[in-house]
């Protein structure tokens, strides 16, 4: 018998719509199930390490908010968000330089849904996002869903190069093409670990002023910093042009879901209506966990927990890289959860992967990262979740497929 491709025998293959095409399993999901085996060294995931929060005081906070506040906890709420969540979160976001007042902020089911959000709410068929190029896969996976074209600007260790941005505009503008948003990781990019330097901030948003480009700064890594105060966000210096996504999955918990942006007025007001038409409401009870958590536990205590801890494997991964595979080029993150390695010329990573799950340690192929297919001379390396010593191991072990594939 054939083997099921999924696709063959699915009678309703003639009944999707024309945006489902995009929607496929992407090259990271698809990693998941051989790099999540105990024996492989699991460099591919870049899950955060959420086994180093107390949860025996969580478990606690959890049965007590049921007991004291179950009857909202338990209930829909708005499709904003709670305001006592959302008052808590324009705290947070005072840490970057950001004044939002509550009423600008939108309660979401993760940042990852907040990118759906606003792409229903900008994007038809054939408009243009331009992206850093490498960017976040789940970003692109998104803006291709709803039939929008991803173009890549350039980056450098200071992020993405404005006079490439401006070129790129040009470009476009001759092509007739119309670019609508301009997505931006500025903090430890996913994936290449690499920041956007202060005076580039200026002169992007100058850039995507003139050109009437919305940008939208994603920033679900920026207190994850090792060596410095967070730089002052994006949306710090421009409150009309830009959409700021943040998250907890980096700073407290991946798992509850909860995200959130902070948009100009008549823009948030869509999102909400967006939302409300997706979930209702954010799950009530995840956003009161995390209220909780706020006002009575040690957040900025766990904080410097999670940035000591990936410290120490990012300086792990970069020994063990300058030890192992000098021949190689590779990013050095100042913070976040990513290397982004080039190999040397000519070789392949997507190609490569096979042979480095046989030796027993996953990466994500640098294809991944980009919506045209570029990018298989490169590949990221993630260090949140293996300890120090799993990932030197790992490292060795992706050394011996480098050099035998060097030899060939
Ligand atoms: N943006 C970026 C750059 C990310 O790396 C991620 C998570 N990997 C997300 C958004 C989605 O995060 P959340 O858990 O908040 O949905």
């Not at 829909?76 to 947070?92: H, K």
């Not at 004044?99 to 408009?127: E, I, M, N, R, Y």
């Amino acid at each position: 018998m054939a083997p099921n491709d999924g696709t063959q025998l699915d009678p309703w293959a003639g009944s999707y719509a024309a945006r489902a095409v995009g929607l496929v399993s992407s090259e990271v999901r698809a990693l998941f199930s051989v790099a999540s085996r105990p024996d492989v060294v699991n460099l591919g995931g870049g899950s955060p390490y959420v086994s180093a929060l107390p949860l025996d005081d969580i478990a606690e906070l959890c049965a007590r908010l049921v007991r004291e506040r179950g009857a909202e906890a338990l209930q829909y709420g708005t499709g904003q968000g709670t305001e006592e969540l959302r008052e808590q979160i324009s705290l947070v976001m005072e840490r970057e330089g950001i004044v939002a007042h509550p009423d600008d902020l939108v309660v979401t089911t993760g940042s990852q849904q907040a990118l759906d959000l606003v792409s229903k709410v900008f994007l038809d068929p054939g408009d243009v996002v331009v992206a850093e190029g490498p960017s976040y896969v789940g970003a692109l996976g998104t803006f291709t869903s709803y039939q929008a074209d991803v173009v890549h600007v350039e980056m450098d260790d200071d992020g993405l190069i404005p006079e490439q941005l401006e070129e790129t505009l040009r470009r476009l503008a001759v092509e007739r093409r119309r670019p609508k948003l301009l997505y931006l990781i500025p903090n430890f990019q996913n994936p290449s670990g690499v920041t956007l330097s202060g005076p580039r901030r200026i002169q992007i948003l100058e850039i995507a002023r003139r050109h009437k480009l919305l940008v939208i700064e994603d920033n679900p890594y920026g207190l994850i910093s090792f060596d410095s105060e967070p730089l002052p966000a994006l949306r710090s210096h421009d409150e009309d042009g830009v959409i700021y996504l943040g998250s907890f999955s980096k700073t407290l918990a991946s798992g509850l879901r909860v995200g959130w942006a902070a948009a100009p007025p008549a823009i948030r007001e869509k999102l909400v209506s967006a939302s409300e038409s997706t979930v209702l409401s954010p799950s009530m009870f995840n956003q009161l966990v995390v209220s909780t958590y706020l006002a009575n536990n040690d957040w900025d205590g766990q904080i410097k927990v999670f940035r000591e801890l990936y410290r120490e494997r990012r300086d792990a991964l970069l020994q063990a890289l300058a030890d192992f595979v000098p021949q190689a080029r590779w990013t050095r993150p100042a913070g976040g959860f990513f290397v982004w390695m080039t190999l040397p010329t000519g070789m392949n990573s997507k190609l490569m992967l096979p042979r480095a799950v046989s030796e027993r340690v996953a990466y994500t192929p640098g294809t991944g990262f980009f919506a045209d297919g570029r990018g298989s001379g490169h590949l990221r390396l993630a260090y949140s979740g293996p300890t120090p010593d799993r990932i030197r191991e790992g490292v060795r072990r992706l050394a011996t497929v480098i050099d035998a594939e060097q030899e060939m």
